[in-house]
């Protein structure tokens, strides 16, 4: 789907960094504006914002319930005869894999958890995809499915923390420690940005072995027909 395909009035819902902190704020889609859409003024703790460059949204459509979810390359203020509005540009993040399991990629970071609003643990993010994320919870136990859980975790020591809010969905092991599966319900526009590069790196690796394999396989067939 094109992102001037979104139907009039359809209400979104934009996560963004702002202040160094992910916000959620909504809008009304009003009408294609060039390649983008125009929609309704998008104000922040009461402030009209100009420009938002990291950011995401997602809407769902009204008679099937399907949520779509597009990443922002701008959203940036418009002014009409002395009437703000907001121009947003960008293009929808497509799963190719639209069931419950979809591509996991190893992360292997230590993180904090906490769970129903009052555990709070130290975790090794394990896996993540753009439905999921498994943590490693050594042997912390008496988690239940359906238990919320808030994830926050930083790439690297010089890297902002990222956050991702979602539910139990299974408990397993991982050799000699406990683990939990967690279906994502909420992702800020750091924690998006960083599973899209987990997938850019998975994809350059399988092509690498791809690449590699291929070798192996022509020295293989060269070898046997020196041999003949």
Do not use: W
């Not at 997602?58 to 002395?82: C, L, N, P």
């Not at 990629?105 to 709070?120: E, F, K, L, R, T």
């Amino acid at each position: 789907m094109k992102i001037y395909d979104i139907p009039q009035a359809t209400k979104i819902t934009i996560s963004m960094v702002h202040n160094n902190q992910n916000r959620t704020v909504e809008a009304t889609v009003l009408t294609r504006y060039g390649d983008g859409l125009l929609i309704t003024p998008v104000y922040c703790d009461g402030r009209l914002l100009d420009i938002i460059s990291n950011a995401n949204f997602e809407y769902e459509e009204s008679i099937t319930g399907d949520k779509h979810m597009f990443q922002a390359d701008t959203i940036s203020r418009v002014d009409f005869a002395g009437t703000d509005f907001h121009v947003v540009t960008g293009r929808e993040i497509v799963i190719a894999d639209n069931q419950r399991r979809a591509e996991r990629y190893p992360v292997q970071i230590i993180g904090n958890a906490v769970i129903n609003h009052s555990a709070n643990i130290s975790v090794v993010i394990h896996d993540i995809s753009m439905r999921g994320i498994s943590l490693i919870v050594g042997k912390n136990s008496g988690f239940k499915i359906g238990d919320e859980v808030k994830v926050e975790f930083a790439k690297d020591a010089n890297s902002a923390k990222m956050t991702i809010r979602g539910v139990i969905v299974r408990e397993f092991t991982i050799g000699t420690y406990n683990a939990i599966g967690c279906e994502i319900e909420n992702i800020g526009p750091r924690a998006l940005s960083f599973i899209m590069d987990k997938k850019i790196e998975h994809a350059r690796k399988n092509t690498a072995m791809a690449i590699f394999d291929a070798k192996q396989a022509a020295l293989k067939r060269r070898s046997q027909n020196v041999g003949l």
